[in-house]
């Protein structure tokens, strides 16, 4: 990891700003760093407060405010919410405190690949039990797409099994058959033809998830579509470096960083020393 501490440079030169409760945005993060190789990209998890799906609004709105006005004090040129809680929750608070940075969530995102995605209009959103209950993805779609007919299941599991590395073999299948069934009901019935992978741990498992899913049935993964959104705006707004430079990377935690960096290395597919973590109080 090239790990720059030097991020107050002029407007393009700053750092992309990226904030989850924990290690699952990293997924996010490896979606825009490969797809913009030359953006600085710097990662705040607030690993001290998660789960933020248990948490009140309140809460979790005054959490991510105070996340996001660390990586604003830092000089970053855009935020991108990488937790879902957070998206669903805090989007309207922090677009209004910090215009005219852009502020980008990963489930208006998500749910605008879904609607472009689908044929049929049936979709299907697997996300964690708090961003089910809270029902964001559903209300994003329908905005989008009126017609459409939204199922949504809790995968709680998921999370667990992607933090201890466990993405694929009987174990994980059989889980995911569990979740999937009635979805796969639906599919029979009513031809669903689009997943979205509502929760940033999910992308690990998502060759497990698409199998199980099966033919027909494309999956939507919100760090992927993210990072299209990123490039999208980042041209837009000419804030985009130049795509011979190479990105730093820097990464914040507020909480542990042994784990942090344990946790990220199967996130990101490469080793993460604890060292290359600076912890941050916010």
Not at 29 to 53: I, N, Q, S, V
Not at 125 to 140: F, Q
Not at 166 to 192: F, I, N, Q, S
Request: a neutral charge; charged letters at 25%.
């Amino acid at each position: 990891m090239n790990i720059s501490r030097s991020l107050n440079r002029g407007h393009a030169e700053r750092p992309i700003g990226i904030f989850d409760s924990g290690v699952g945005g990293l997924t996010v993060f490896k979606a825009l760093r490969a797809r913009l190789p030359g953006e600085h990209l710097l990662y705040l998890g607030d690993t001290a407060r998660l789960p933020y799906g248990t948490k009140s609004a309140e809460s979790v709105t005054r959490y991510a405010l105070q996340a996001a006005s660390h990586l604003a004090e830092r000089g970053v040129k855009m935020l991108v919410i990488a937790c879902n809680t957070a998206s669903a929750i805090a989007m309207p608070a922090l677009v209004r405190e910090f215009a005219p940075l852009p502020v980008i969530g990963v489930v208006e995102a998500g749910a605008e690949a879904a609607v472009r995605t689908s044929k049929s209009g049936h979709i299907a959103v697997l996300a964690t039990e708090s961003t089910v209950r809270g029902g964001a993805y559903a209300r994003a779609i329908a905005a989008r797409r009126p017609d459409a007919r939204v199922f949504s299941q809790a995968c709680s599991l998921f999370v667990a099994l992607a933090e201890e590395g466990w993405t694929r073999g009987p174990l994980v299948e059989a889980v995911a058959r569990e979740y999937l069934h009635p979805l796969l009901e639906e599919k029979k019935r009513d031809g669903l033809d689009c997943l979205v992978l509502g929760c940033t741990h999910f992308p690990l498992l998502q060759e497990t998830i698409a199998h199980v899913a099966g033919s027909g049935v494309i999956l939507v993964d919100s760090g992927e579509t993210v990072a299209l959104v990123v490039e999208e705006l980042l041209v837009e707004q000419k804030l985009i470096r130049s795509r011979d430079a190479k990105g730093d990377a820097h990464f914040l935690a507020t909480d542990g960083a042994e784990r942090f960096a344990r946790v990220g290395s199967l996130f990101l597919g490469e080793r993460l020393a604890a060292q290359d973590v600076e912890l941050a109080d916010l």
